[in-house]
């Protein structure tokens, strides 16, 4: 049997053991690259999945792919690029032809977030059920979910997870006619339009494209002029294939005097909620836009913001105080540092997430495939110096310890060679890209 039947049939396996919408986002994403010496090389073709999809399901596919191949196999997670992808997409992804319409320049002009995107998006249990739908409809807007409604509490994510469809539709159909409004937006435009008469220029805008996606919909209820031409710009928009997007703070039944009509026309696709973040969501959203920021915020300091701010918005507020903070002190970002910003009632990371020494050191041998005798031994070949150096900087950088009980716990080593192996990595981490993304790597597998 090939790699390709074999993987299919594991595949099939699988998906009646899961929810569909957690097949479709994370197990139909991989591929068995190779199968050799009882290891199997698992490829994943979106990234940002894979500590996820380990973490969830390397138990439930070993067994499934031990029961065919009867042995033992070890399983290896590892990033495809995207000529390599092949996604099992099914049916759901059929793609519909787009009716022709007159080119109108305002759809250049959409104000998305630049940073708004599916990679910058990290997913959790609170909004993977939205991400899978996010996702499906990015990728073959007008045939999956229509409309779709996200909605939830403040700062969940609504309005970067639609607007990560906008750039994903963008990006596979550059021509596309998209519409990205607010509720607030669309709302003062038709008042404009009715007092201008102009409502038949608004017309054609609005009813000729091919996705229009509304932040904060809510807002149209109660306004009786505006829910009449949402409710003809809605089927207009659905009878020629396009696909409606909305967010909104409440589920549509319980938005007051929002017209049924719309109510049912929300409820016709799918409406999904969003959370709120648990902590290691929050964890690895500190993390995201540190890396944005060009930051890098050790783990450990992001669990002690997220400990203490939980309300999503927060979040970056509260880490461009602490980048700043350390710049015009000129000193590192450190637990000291957010400690004191962050004040005397501070929470500290709940123990179940705070990380141990013997893990880093397990981790980071596992990351360069040593055993953990090569690593904490004293053979000083050229293969093992670099690990050992970067092993000596996480645990200096995440976990804060002394160096000298760094050299404690490794052997016995003096604490000027850890200082020197840590000076090493803090220059080389800015400059050299290799080193870098090992850490990056490295730390994935720590938040796992
Ligand atoms: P909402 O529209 O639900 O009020 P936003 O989309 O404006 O929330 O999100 C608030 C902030 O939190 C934004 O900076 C956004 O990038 C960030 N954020 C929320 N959820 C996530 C996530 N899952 N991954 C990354 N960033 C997130
Ligand atoms: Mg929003």
Known sequence: ???????????????????????????????????????????????????????????????TLDSYTKTDTLLVFKAISSENKKFNDGPLFKLKPYPEFTPINVYQTLNLNRDYTFDNFAVSSSNQMAYAAATAVAKSPGSSYNPLFLYGGVGVGKTHLMQAIGHAIIANQPNIKIIYC?????????????????????????????????????????????????FHTFNAIQQYGGQIIMTSDRPPEEINKLEARLRSRFEGGLTIDIGQPDFELRCAILLIKAKQRKVDLPIEVAKIIAANIENPRKLDGTLVRIITESQTKGVL??????????????????????IKPEEVINIVASFYNLKLTQIKGIRRDRVLALPRQILYYILR???????????????????????????????????????????????NRLMG
Not at 190 to 206: D, L, Q, R, V
Not at 339 to 351: Q, R, S, V
């Open 182 to 230: 607010s509720g607030e937006e669309f709302t003062n435009e038709i008042i404009e339009a009715i007092g201008n008469k102009t409502t038949g220029s608004f017309k054609k805008k609005y009813r000729r494209v091919n996705a229009l996606f509304i932040d904060d919909i809510q807002f149209i209820a109660g306004k009786n002029a505006v829910q009449e031409e949402f």
């Open 333 to 354: 970002i450190n637990q000291e540092l957010v400690k004191n910003i962050l004040g005397k009632t501070m929470k500290e990371t709940p123990p179940k997430y705070q």
């Open 397 to 443: 950088s995440e976990l804060n310890i002394p160096l000298v009980e760094i050299g404690n716990l490794l052997g016995g080593r003096d604490h000027t060679t850890i200082m020197h192996g840590v000076r090493k990595i803090t220059e080389l981490v800015g400059t050299d890209e290799k080193i870098h993304g090992d850490i990056v790597g490295i730390k």
């Open 1 to 63: 049997m090939d790699n390709q039947t074999l993987w299919d049939i594991v595949l099939a396996d699988l998906q009646i053991n899961v929810s569909k919408a957690s097949f479709q986002t994370f197990l139909s994403q991989t591929k068995l690259l190779d199968l050799n010496n009882h290891t199997a090389t698992i490829g994943c073709s979106q990234p940002m999945l894979i500590n996820l999809i380990e973490k969830r399901y390397y138990s439930q596919i070993k067994k």
